[in-house]
């Protein structure tokens, strides 16, 4: 019984991914960087757009609206994340031929084991070794008694929501080999 040529093309990827496949930690710390980098400079638009209209802003209305502002500013606070995160998943997706959501999901643990490393450290080496308070990034606060059911809800929001969104990233930057596949199956 011949193969037909997209039946010996599958069968090639079948082979390829049982060699290849799996979680690449290479690829997901690339990806990890470019969230980073990604969180940091949208942050930073972010924050000079915010910076020009709050110069037309009266001190007064400010403070009339400041809880206003402050769920605007969290909820702009979590598109970057998840801009972010979706951008380090598609990064390591699409690095890594293979598992492109296992990739995704590389770059969110990998989020989460450097913030705690970097909190361990704060926390032992004290306040002059603090990185994070050096750079102006947004934080939630480690004390969970500050947080309250609103804080601790949406630490949940953006903990699910940035998973999700590097997991999406990664299958999406993985549909590109899949793409390429396709088209050495019919070319065959």
Do not use: C
Request: proline letters at 2%.
């Amino acid at each position: 019984m011949e193969r037909t040529p997209a039946g010996r093309a599958s069968q090639g990827v079948d082979r390829r991914r049982e060699r290849f496949g799996g979680f690449n930690l290479g690829a997901a710390f690339f990806g990890w960087l470019v969230a980073v980098a990604l969180s940091v400079l949208l942050s930073a638009i972010v924050g000079a757009v915010a910076a020009s209209i709050g110069s037309t802003v009266s001190p007064q209305a400010a403070l009339q609206n400041a809880a206003a502002g402050g769920i605007v500013g969290g909820i702009v606070l979590l598109i970057v994340a998840l801009v972010a995160y979706f951008g380090g998943g598609y990064v390591a997706g699409r690095m890594s031929r293979f598992d492109g959501g296992r990739q995704g999901l590389g770059v969110w643990l990998i989020g989460i084991v450097i913030s705690i490393a970097l909190a361990v450290a704060a926390a032992v080496l004290g306040a002059q070794y603090n990185v994070l308070s050096q750079i102006n990034l947004p934080s939630v606060p480690a004390d969970l008694q500050a947080l309250g059911i609103g804080g601790l809800i949406g630490l949940l929001v953006v903990l699910v929501g940035t998973a999700l969104a590097a997991v999406g990233g990664g299958k999406l930057g993985e549909r590109y080999h899949h793409r390429v596949d396709r088209e050495g199956a019919v070319a065959e």
